[in-house]
Antibody, heavy 118, light 112 residues
Framework: QVQLKETGPDLVQLTQTLSITCTVSGFSLTTYNMHWVRQPPGKGLEWMGAMWNGGGTDYNSAFKSRLSISRDTSKSQVFLKMSSLQTDDTAKYFC????????????WGPGTMVTVSS | DVVLTQTPPTLSATIGQSVSISCRSSQSLLDSDGDTYLNWLLQRPGQSPQLLIYSVSNLESGVPNRFSGSGSETDFTLKISGVEAEDLGVYYCMQATHAPYTFGAGTKLELK
């Protein structure tokens, strides 16, 4: 049974660093690519970046150098780390999986809501 | 970045009515491999998005066949043939041909 679950802090202080973990089960991170997508309250979806099944990463340039994605395959976990948080980083953060050359996200986690507070 | 423009932003429908949502891209979504990576997702209230259709017209497993997708290059359409109550929510188109992947702003389907 495929499951994805994001865990992270509810509240992060302005200019601090956000760390979120996506824990998966029912499939392997060495087979599937994993993506991070965020959604500000009442707004649309924004692709942030990807962890490829081979271990490489790609990032949306909108996040410049403040975003980092990594993984621990032994724990079936993917990590998002984003620095220098601002109030407009307040959003629900989702992880989603994608298989090889099938360019769509077929399973999403429930998301974790993060509020950036001043 | 590729901009996806969805219309209408809001759609009011009665149960059983057929409706269509348009998604227009700022550039062609035809990939060099010959495929077109335009997908449709539904986000029900309080839930995460779920995949409905991939690569323009392919129905994801388990999705009712009242949903259909069509289009090419820059113009795409999602059609629901006979809206049911469970179809209410926000529909998004998403392109994965060009990095960064982008989403339309969404179309909210409401009951009339």
């Amino acid at each position: 049974q495929v499951q994805l679950k994001e865990t992270g802090p509810d509240l992060v202080q302005l200019t601090q660093t956000l760390s979120i973990t996506c824990t998966v089960s029912g499939f392997s991170l060495t087979t599937y690519n994993m993506h991070w997508v965020r959604q500000p309250p009442g707004k649309g979806l924004e692709w942030m970046g990807a962890m490829w099944n081979g271990g490489g990463t790609d990032y949306n340039s909108a996040f410049k150098s403040r975003l980092s994605i990594s993984r621990d395959t032994s724990k079936s976990q993917v990590f998002l780390k984003m620095s220098s948080l601002q109030t407009d980083d307040t959003a629900k953060y989702f992880c989603a999986r994608q298989l090889g050359y099938y360019w769509y996200f077929d399973f999403w986690g429930p998301g974790t809501m993060v509020t950036v507070s001043s | 970045d590729v901009v996806l423009t969805q219309t209408p932003p809001t759609l009011s429908a009665t149960i059983g009515q057929s409706v269509s949502i348009s998604c227009r891209s700022s550039q062609s979504l035809l990939d060099s491999d010959g495929d077109t990576y335009l997908n449709w997702l539904l986000q029900r209230p309080g839930q995460s998005p779920q995949l409905l259709i991939y690569s323009v017209s392919n129905l994801e497993s388990g999705v009712p066949n009242r949903f259909s997708g069509s289009g090419s290059e820059t113009d795409f359409t999602l059609k629901i043939s006979g809206v049911e109550a469970e179809d209410l929510g926000v529909y998004y188109c998403m392109q994965a041909t060009h990095a960064p992947y982008t989403f339309g702003a969404g179309t909210k389907l409401e009951l009339k």
